[in-house]
């Protein structure tokens, strides 16, 4: 089957760097997203990995190996408004979106 | 601007009623989709649809219909054969399928049983 995981929950605390992590287990690859999603909101698109490395993007970068099947999103000079849950979807062979549960990160004066 | 605009924004539903939500784009999309996000849960694909009057369904398709009959609109419809349907309901449209584009979401449809 297809499976993706993330933490469910981190701390950070305001003015740090956090990383988020994820594993996946798909149906082929054609790219992994990030995504932001706040509370009772609708998620925003954050970034895009579909070669190994990493992609920088201001304070987020976003790392893949493919190989692994591992991904993480780096969040640096934490802000209190990057509190929000964090989604990590894989696009499958058929070009489908598979979603994890999502990451809650709760950022702390 | 271009977007997706779900409405409404909160809905309820009594005991054997079905109810509709929608979902219309004006960013010239040609895939759509609705998904269900419960607490705790990633989202779970419903229904999509790459082009007008045609739609398949996704992984939870049992309780739900769709149609497609113009390219901006793609409307949800929650029977009463969906026993279980409080959620957040996501729509969310990109460019054709085949490539991998990310996709946009509009603000989502709150539904509560009464």
């Known amino acids: 089957g297809q499976n993706i995981d993330q933490p469910t929950e981190m701390t950070a605390t305001e003015g740090a760097i956090v990383q988020i992590n994820c594993t996946y287990q798909?149906?082929?690859?054609?790219?992994l997203f990030w995504y932001q999603q706040h509370a009772g909101e609708a998620p925003t698109f954050l970034s895009y990995?579909?070669l190994d490395g990493l992609e920088e993007k201001g304070r987020f970068s976003s790392f893949l190996s493919r190989s692994k099947g591992y991904s993480y999103l780096l969040l640096k000079e934490l802000q209190m408004k990057d509190s929000a849950s964090y989604l990590c979807?894989?696009?499958?062979?058929?070009?489908?979106?598979?979603w994890g549960a999502g990451t809650k990160l709760i950022i702390k004066p | 601007d271009g977007g997706i605009t779900q409405s409404p924004k909160y809905l309820f539903r009594k005991e054997g009623q079905n109810v509709t939500l929608s979902c219309e784009q004006n960013?010239?999309?040609?895939?759509m989709y609705w998904y269900r996000q419960d607490p705790g849960q990633g989202l779970r694909l419903i229904y999509y649809?790459?082009?007008?009057?045609?739609?398949q369904k996704g992984d939870i398709a049992e309780g739900y219909s769709v149609s497609r009959e113009k390219k901006e609109s793609f409307p949800l419809t929650v029977t009463s054969a969906q026993k279980n349907p409080t959620a957040f309901y996501l729509c969310?449209?990109?460019?054709?399928?085949?490539?991998?584009?990310?996709?946009?979401f509009g603000d989502g449809t709150r539904l509560s049983i009464l």
């Open positions: 969310a449209s990109s460019s054709p399928t085949g490539e991998s584009q990310p996709q946009h």
């Open positions: 960013l010239n999309h040609d895939a």
């Open positions: 649809s790459q082009i007008v009057n045609d739609f």
């Open positions: 798909t149906s082929g690859f054609n790219g």
């Open positions: 990995n579909v």
């Open positions: 979807a894989v696009m499958d062979s058929n070009y489908q979106l598979i």
